[in-house]
């Protein structure tokens, strides 16, 4: 994967598919820190302590389409490659928790990617789902949920609605900009 945002869509795409109903995306970037955090949170299934071990394994795979799953290797490899972390722990009945760590101004990083593409796209597809998305950067903070904008729209609007859509990825948009500054990292 070329993007970050790519391995935050496979690793969420992870949650849906694990019946999560809510999925937390927390993304810390503190650039004269040197870090960026990457924190994805849901209330899925959970695993097993069998499988949590092998999951790093790109020869261990929950489809049955194909053999392999690369997304969580690839992702903890993107992180380790930068001299940052990665941890995933996970409860059956009760969740999972990935979070990689990055060194923000290494050369080996990979770019962001198209957050607000990623969340939409997200949000589009499984709208049943409460995202939630908050992004720190330098210390001040975008607060995304997909909760609250229900809330405002009521029962008979769905959240992939093209104009409710269009609307989040304007509102997104804006407030990332806002918060970065205008500079997509």
């Known amino acids: 994967m070329k993007e970050l945002s790519l391995n935050i869509l496979d690793i969420v795409q992870n949650s849906v598919k694990a019946g999560a109903t809510r999925i937390d995306i ?29 999951v790093t394994d790109p020869f261990t795979t929950t489809r049955t389409t194909r053999k392999v ?16 972390s990665f941890s995933i722990t996970s409860q059956l009945g009760i969740g999972t ?4 760590t990055f060194g923000y101004h290494h ?3 990979m770019p962001m990617g198209d957050l607000v593409s990623t969340i ?4 589009q597809g499984s709208p049943e789902i409460d995202f939630v998305y908050i992004h720190e950067y330098d210390n001040r903070k975008l607060d995304f949920s997909c909760h609250t904008i229900r809330s405002e729209l009521g029962d008979e609007v769905p959240l992939n609605d093209p104009a ?9 948009q804006e407030q990332l900009n806002l918060l970065t500054g205008g500079s997509q990292t």
């Open 97 to 100: 928790r990935v979070k990689a």
């Open 69 to 84: 799953g690369l997304g969580i290797p690839f992702f903890k490899m993107a992180a380790e490659s930068t001299g940052g």
């Open 26 to 54: 927390l993304i810390n970037e503190q650039p004269a820190e040197d870090l960026l955090a990457i924190e994805i949170i849901d209330n899925g299934c959970g695993m097993d302590a069998e499988l949590l071990a092998k």
């Open 120 to 123: 939409v796209l997200l949000i």
């Open 107 to 109: 050369i080996d990083r």
């Open 164 to 172: 409710v859509l269009a609307w989040i990825r304007e509102y997104l």
